[in-house]
């Protein structure tokens, strides 16, 4: 690793002080030259991978005294940043009222990143991509920009198959933002000048011609808050991949469903495992609202879900496995009991 | 790794007092201060420097000189002498190097040490408390939960916090629970087994606590 200054925020104004010194560097936020630091299951295992290369780190876990409580006031819902995923996922209302939410949380990881894990670092938890991380592959276009994607013709199964570019097809490995952009969450960013909250799904940037830029986020800023407005009690997430435990999703879907008399009013889909970014799936919801829920409804909405998608050479079977995925989640979503 | 070149023993120069003379006022908002004004990248800090920190150990202080790249891991095993945590991947997947920071299990080789500052870091040397063993301890020996040993100390910390967390109430319970600690022995049925054998006993603690 290499040598790093350290520096510990105590509240909101000195970390985004701190953290301001990279906003001058021109950087993406992923290079930038100063990073904050909540949980470091993602930091510093990339900084000893020598994937990300801070000369200052910010230690903002003080700041979890003002940012990590879960509200649910109003019947919407406000989480802290830096709650921790552990705690977020045992309670009671959350596992009640947005079962998407709990089910994304518990079943990622192991219990021990999970207590330390923030959910705002969860969803800015880099790519697993293998060329990515391995520093020793001169190709990557994520990690080194205009350096090509030894991706495209290598070891490809557990690579994106919608959102991709030719520059890159770097699976996003989260599970909690497919939930939140399932439920049409809002993310609030502190920054220099005040707070301002956008869509969840205006965070994420798919790869295109840059895809060393992952975020809209400005070097500076950090994620205070998700909001998510209303309650979602019909709601599942499910996770296909290799082992029963601990692994990350091949595919995974996030569904919430409005259900009134067996016919959908409201649908919500999203997609883990097969995507560049968070990905949200606004054909198939479309094709579900209105309708009576039954099994060859749940197999359209699936098709419709992998009509985009560009496979490689290793990677073909996530779209079967992805339909799959969609249409069992949505079976389980309608049978709720709620 | 490269930064355990730090002997604990360094003294009369360290960063904190460099600091104090140098960068003065403006890094105040810090509690571990750094070379260069925060806020201003063109004064790059020094961050070769050692930095000072206790770290609260076993129920004891453990004033340390460390470079700013120890993790607690390398911490408690290459500068306190506790040696029971061990290194398996460094890299957060195997479990091995589980402690317990304010009672929570954490990874030791994901935690810098200077973040620790402050909190409560119990490990397996301390786990008992005293001479005698842990009830997890005496039902990993009782149920062979281990072969080569190497897991066993993260394992024995999981299953520990396994318990007090209420995840021990079924065998499916404790697996999925139990994931993060990889034993490449494959005793997971006897790790099973011992997790079941201590839960009581543990959980009987917890309530009287």
Redesign the interface.
């Known amino acids: 690793m290499r040598p790093f200054a350290y520096q510990r925020a105590t509240d909101a104004p000195s970390a985004i002080q701190a953290l301001a010194a990279a906003a001058t560097s021109n950087n993406a936020l992923t290079e930038a030259t100063v990073q904050p630091l909540a949980g470091g299951t993602t930091l510093i295992d990339l900084m000893k991978l020598d994937v990300m290369r801070p000369m200052t780190v910010v230690d903002i876990n003080p700041l979890a005294r003002a940012w990590s409580a879960i509200n649910l006031d109003d019947g919407n819902l406000r989480l802290g940043a830096l709650a921790r995923m552990s705690d977020v996922a045992v309670n009671p209302e959350i596992q009640r009222s947005y079962p998407v939410i709990a089910d994304a949380l518990k079943l990622a990881a192991s219990p021990q990143l999970r207590n330390m894990a923030t959910l705002g670092g969860n969803v800015l938890q880099r790519t697993r991509c293998s060329y990515f991380r391995d520093v020793s592959y001169a190709s990557c276009n994520k990690r080194s920009p205009g350096s090509g994607c030894a991706a495209l013709e290598g070891f490809n199964r557990s690579h994106a198959v919608l959102g991709t570019s030719e520059q890159c097809i770097a699976t996003y490995p989260g599970d909690f933002a497919q939930a939140l952009i399932a439920l049409d969450a809002s993310v609030e960013i502190t920054g220099k000048s005040g707070a301002r909250t956008i869509p969840l799904s205006d965070l994420h940037k798919a790869p295109g011609n840059s895809p060393q830029i992952e975020t809209t986020l400005a070097p500076g800023e950090l994620i205070s808050a998700f909001l998510v407005s209303g309650r979602w009690p019909r709601s599942v997430y499910l996770k296909a991949r290799d082992r029963q435990s601990y692994e990350f999703a091949l595919a995974s879907a996030a569904i919430a469903l409005d259900v009134q008399d067996g016919v959908v009013r409201d649908a919500r889909v999203a997609l883990g495992g097969v995507a560049t970014v968070p990905w949200r799936a606004r054909v198939p919801e479309a094709l579900l609202k209105g309708e009576r829920f039954d099994d060859s409804l749940a197999q359209r909405v699936a098709e419709a879900a992998f009509g985009d998608a560009k496979t490689r050479k290793h990677n073909a079977f996530k779209v079967a496995l992805g339909k799959r995925v969609v249409a069992r989640a949505l079976h389980q979503a309608a049978a709720m009991e709620v | 790794m490269?930064?355990d070149t730090n002997s604990p023993t360094i003294s009369g120069f360290n960063r904190r007092t460099f600091i104090t003379g140098a960068a003065g006022a403006a890094?105040a908002?810090?509690?571990?201060r750094?070379?260069?004004a925060?806020?201003?990248?063109r004064v790059?800090?020094?961050?070769?420097l050692p930095?000072d920190v206790t770290l609260h150990v076993n129920g004891a202080d453990k004033p340390l000189t460390i470079?700013?790249?120890t993790?607690v891991l390398d911490a408690l095993r290459e500068h306190i002498g506790l040696s029971g945590s061990k290194k398996g991947c460094?890299?957060?997947q195997c479990?091995a190097c589980?402690v317990l920071i304010e009672g929570?299990?954490?990874?030791s080789c994901?935690?810098?040490a200077?973040?620790a500052?402050g909190q409560q870091i119990t490990t397996i040397e301390g786990l008992a408390g005293g001479n005698g063993l842990h009830p997890m301890q005496q039902a990993f020996i009782d149920q062979d939960a281990f072969q080569c040993g190497y897991c066993t100390p993260g394992q024995i910390m999981?299953a520990v916090?396994?318990v007090r967390?209420g995840?021990a109430n079924s065998d499916e319970d404790i697996?999925?629970?139990?994931?993060?600690?990889i034993c490449r022995c494959a005793a997971y049925p006897n790790i099973v087994a011992a997790v079941k054998q201590a839960a009581p006993a543990i959980l009987s603690d917890q309530q009287k606590g």
């Open positions: 490269t930064n890094a908002p810090f509690a571990a750094v070379a260069g925060a806020g201003d990248p790059l800090p020094d961050a070769s930095v470079d700013t790249r993790t460094d890299h957060g479990g589980t929570r299990r954490v990874l994901l935690t810098l200077l973040a500052q999981s916090a396994c967390e995840h697996r999925e629970y139990m994931s993060g600690n």
